[in-house]
């Protein structure tokens, strides 16, 4: 694949001898990371204010700045301010403002840490931070606390730590290797850690989060290909926000990962002036189904600090939803989720399609705004679910059925205790029947 003008443009203005082959390789790429202003401003034929540069300087001192060369190739020098590839890279003024509802850790991710690297929320699935590195420093990056200020990768010890952790939790039976960005460790250390892992019975699938092939596609070598087929069953998340970002080189990229029989997803975050558009999104997801590439999630934008700019209502995600869904095939739909301030995880949020129903019957609406209904069936005998009754007994092979308890909203339909009401904590009705 031949590199663009304005690759072997940029190729040779950091390094006089700069092959094509170099620029392909991703340990090249990584040591002429964009890491600092002036040198931006050189690339990119920009010259900010004296007041600008300040400001920036600023904002690179408290959240760190790192461009791979193959990512700044992507933004439009002659419209680079509007840019979605440049507005995702390089600082705004906008990020050193703190806004009243900013929070540095919105998720509460290291209050559900019970071990070093672990974030444990959901019942059955873990997050596993193995690098504090990433390719690129994306400003709108969710844990700007954990990654950029300090490009470390966590020694085995500390590894083991977790992946002890995992070990004597039987209920983990997903992890989610995440990070930083677990590809900016070399290929030896993830088939050590993915091994680790696969040794481990009760742990059925493995999924990482990776925004190499968007910033970094070089990353997704034969050899890393090789190494991940053997740790099936496998899973990767990738990050692409806005079609811009599926060059020739990414797509390579996703076809290599995807040629290695490992299922691919992605996570979007609705970004104000990057993807806030029907048609964007659109677009982006008919290209990532036509790479293989499911889209998973689109994340509105957290309450990190200094995202205030890029945040937008969340009516914004439920227009571009409504664009999506009935008006593309199901599987290119995302899911919109808001990941709960204070780590309650994610909730889905969608446009309502049950518009009002009765005993008998369900009247809903479709994506052209046709009024239909669906009649209830005539008799359903409901029966009683204790979780572990007759009928699991009867239809399902139990080892394939681990009983669960219910919770939240599932244990009030559940049977299986008396629970009629959740009254959340501090209820002063609650408090006075137990202090009366
Ligand atoms: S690659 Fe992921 S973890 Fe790294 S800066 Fe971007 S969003 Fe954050």
Avoid at 207 to 223: C, F
């Amino acid at each position: 694949m031949t590199l663009s003008d304005r690759q072997l443009q940029l190729a040779s203005m950091i390094s006089e001898d700069a092959a094509a082959r170099q620029w392909r390789d991703w340990r090249w790429q990584m040591r002429h990371s964009v890491r600092d202003i002036p040198t931006f401003e050189r690339l990119l034929g920009v010259t900010f204010s004296g007041k600008e540069r300040r400001d920036l300087e600023l904002t690179v001192a408290k959240f760190p700045l790192a461009v791979t060369p193959y990512y700044l190739s992507l933004i439009d020098p002659q419209d680079w301010r509007n840019d979605p590839v440049y507005r995702q890279s390089f600082p705004m003024v906008a990020e050193a403002i703190i806004g009243q509802n900013d929070m540095t850790d919105p998720l509460a991710e290291d209050a559900d840490s019970p071990a070093p690297n672990i974030t444990h929320r959901y019942p059955d699935r873990v997050l596993f931070y193995v690098s504090g590195v990433c390719a690129m420093y994306c400003r709108h990056c969710t844990r700007k606390r954990k990654v950029g200020d300090r490009d470390t990768i966590p020694d085995k010890a500390t590894l083991s730590r977790g992946i002890d952790y995992i070990r004597r939790t039987p209920q983990v039976r997903d992890v989610l290797i995440s990070g930083g960005d677990p590809f900016l460790l070399d290929d030896g250390k993830l088939d050590w850690i993915l091994g680790e892992l696969g040794t481990i019975d009760h742990v059925e699938v493995v999924r990482i989060g990776t925004r190499t092939p968007v910033v970094l596609p070089y990353r997704i070598t034969d050899d890393l290909c090789a190494m991940l087929r053997q740790h099936q069953p496998l899973w990767i998340n990738t990050h692409f926000n806005h079609p811009r970002e599926m060059t020739a080189s990414a797509r390579e990229s996703l076809a290599r990962l995807a040629d290695a029989g490992i299922p691919l997803g992605n996570q979007s975050v609705l970004l104000a002036g990057v993807n806030d558009c029907p048609r964007i999104m659109k677009a982006l997801v008919h290209k990532l189904v036509q790479n293989r590439v499911r889209p998973y999630y689109l994340y509105q934008c957290d309450l990190s600090e200094g995202l205030s700019h890029f945040r937008t209502p969340i009516g914004k995600g439920i227009e571009i939803m409504e664009s999506l869904i009935g008006h593309t095939s199901g599987f290119a739909v995302p899911q919109y989720v808001i990941d709960a301030p204070g780590g309650g995880g994610k909730i889905r949020v969608a446009p309502n399609y049950i518009l009002s129903w009765s005993t008998n019957k369900v009247v809903l609406r479709n994506y052209e705004g046709v009024i239909t209904t669906y009649a209830e069936p005539e008799s359903y005998e409901p029966y009683f679910c204790d979780r572990k009754c007759e009928r699991c007994d009867l239809q399902l092979n139990l080892e394939d059925a681990p009983e669960d308890k219910a919770l939240g909203i599932a244990q009030l339909l559940a049977d299986a205790d008396d629970t009629i009401a959740l009254t959340p904590q501090g209820n002063d009705r609650a408090e006075r029947r137990e202090d009366p």
